[in-house]
């Protein structure tokens, strides 16, 4: 999708933000999210682009994550896991929300923790 202006950016990118909270209640959301950040990273420019790559590495980090905390579950390690995991995506999405508020390219885009 062509973008035109940055509004009409940055309206996407705050919903993959809130869809990825919204997620710790519905739990698909986050699918729905990190396809919206999928269709518009391509035209994004380069500033809102690290923020959609940041989003698509937050749902695949957070994926792993979670499949590494229900296959622990059985152990207890694994409650540990996933609350960090939610912890962690609430924390990621707060930051994200953060910097794009402020209209500025994501300083972590790359990375696995905050």
């Known amino acids: 999708m062509k973008i035109e202006n940055v509004n009409e950016a940055l309206t996407p990118a705050k919903l993959v933000y809130v869809l990825y909270m919204l997620s710790l209640l519905t739990g698909f959301s986050a699918v729905v999210a ?23 590495r937050t749902f695949w980090i957070g994926a792993l994550y979670m499949c590494i905390g229900w296959i622990t579950l059985p152990i207890l390690i694994g409650v540990l896991v996933l609350l960090f995991t939610m912890l962690w995506l609430i924390i990621r999405s707060v930051k994200g929300l953060k910097v794009l508020n402020k209209q500025l390219e994501h300083p972590f885009k790359n990375g696995w923790m905050l």
């Open 34 to 56: 990190v396809i919206i950040a999928y269709i518009y990273r391509g035209d994004a420019p380069d500033w809102l682009k690290s923020h959609f790559t940041f989003q698509i």
